[in-house]
């Protein structure tokens, strides 16, 4: 099988604009203790890893080492009370390590990323949503792992009073007609998701979005 060719089911989380941050240690605590079995059972394969663009005041890069799927790495990259040298970006965090994927030829077991709408660029707009969330799990996994995903996933929407809160069934990526492969779903958040370039000016519709999605409602 090739990498990009594993199954995923691939849930899209956007937050409300005032919602508290995931990247908040209170927030993201107890919502990455809702996947540790998850990534308990990727770790079959390798141990995650996680990776976060983060910068001071001064917009130098923040410097966090090597950072796994533990509470001792949760602790160095979320902010607390009294974190005022950094500016949260973005999140990656990968079932098992994108180096272990890399080397296996196979896609993740599980993958999660987090932006911060409010740092692409859009300082002073009006924003719909402040956070965007696109989670997916390897379908090979099972049902139950698929549902342990969603009830947590879920429970997050509810929390952040999410304006979209959505799921669809893609694999990995496309082949590229150039070799390897293209529209990958780690590329999502950041670029892959939307029609315009600024989605906060257009409404929220089918039309907005690069690709299907089905809406969630409340549990």
């Known amino acids: 099988m090739a990498f990009f060719s594993r199954d995923y089911e691939v849930f899209l989380l956007l937050a409300a ?88 030829g196979q896609a993740p077991d599980l993958f999660l990323a987090l932006v911060n709408e409010s740092l692409l660029g859009l300082a002073g707009k009006p924003l719909q949503f402040g956070q965007r969330l696109v989670c997916a799990i390897a379908t090979d996994l099972g049902p139950a792992a698929a549902a342990t995903v969603r009830q947590s996933l879920a429970q997050l929407a509810a929390q952040q009073d999410a304006v979209i809160f959505a799921h669809t ?30 989605p906060h000016a257009h409404p929220l519709d089918g039309e907005a979005f690069s690709e299907p999605w089905t809406r969630i409602g409340p549990a």
């Open 17 to 104: 604009p005032d919602a508290a941050p995931l990247w908040e240690s209170a927030q993201w605590t107890p919502f990455a203790a809702s996947l540790d079995g998850i990534v308990a059972q990727a770790g079959t394969r390798g141990k995650a890893g996680v990776r976060s663009l983060q910068y001071t005041p001064k917009g130098k890069p923040v410097s966090f080492g090597r950072l796994g799927w533990d509470e001792k790495s949760h602790a160095k990259w979320t902010h607390g009370p009294a974190t005022t040298e950094a500016r949260f970006m973005s999140l990656e965090a990968w079932a098992p390590a994108w180096t272990i994927c890399e080397k296996d």
């Open 169 to 198: 069934r893609r694999q990995w990526g496309s082949a590229s007609p150039y070799g390897g492969f293209t529209h990958a779903i780690q590329d999502m958040p950041i670029g892959g998701l939307f029609r315009q370039d600024d």
